[in-house]
């Protein structure tokens, strides 16, 4: 198997709002636009979002983003955390660093669908083989 592309469906109550969202605070573009959906893509190595409108009289799956988490791998994320701020996004977890060297944030887009951004830093004294 060769995958030469991502997509994660979201399926969220007002896809505008996501992805509103999406286009304003972390540089997705709107792709495709339907009655139905919303596909969202950048120009780099992150994965296409499709905003898949809920319908509950219609969809009795109940399928919904809860419990999900899209996280990008990011660099210069502390400029980020700024701009974010900055720009009054929703920032349910600030900057922080975790147990293992890395730096990550979370955000939550109107839809309550929450987005990770994580910058990795190898350990103190760590030197990559050459």
Same mark, same amino acid.
């Given at each position: ?45 992150? /994965?296409? +979002?499709?905003?898949? %409108? ?5 969809? !009795? ?6 419990? &999900? #988490? ?22 349910? /977890?600030? +900057?922080?660093?975790? %147990? ?5 944030? !979370? ?6 669908? &929450? #987005? ?15």
């Amino acid at each position: 198997m060769n995958v030469i592309s991502s997509t994660v469906s979201l399926t969220v109550a007002d896809p505008a709002a996501s992805s509103k969202f999406f286009t304003s605070h972390l540089g997705f573009r709107e792709i495709l636009i339907n009655t139905d959906f919303i596909a969202l893509g950048r120009d780099d190595a992150a /994965v296409d +979002l499709v905003l898949m %409108r809920h319908d509950p009289e219609v969809d !009795r799956t109940g399928l919904r983003p809860t419990g &999900v #988490i899209v996280s990008f791998a990011v660099t210069g994320i502390a400029a980020e955390y700024e701009r974010l701020r900055n720009e009054g996004a929703d920032i349910g /977890v600030p +900057l922080h660093q975790g %147990r293992g060297g890395e730096w990550g944030l !979370r955000l939550t887009d109107p839809n309550g669908v &929450v #987005i990770e951004l994580v910058e990795w830093e190898p350990p103190g004294g760590f030197q990559p083989p050459d």
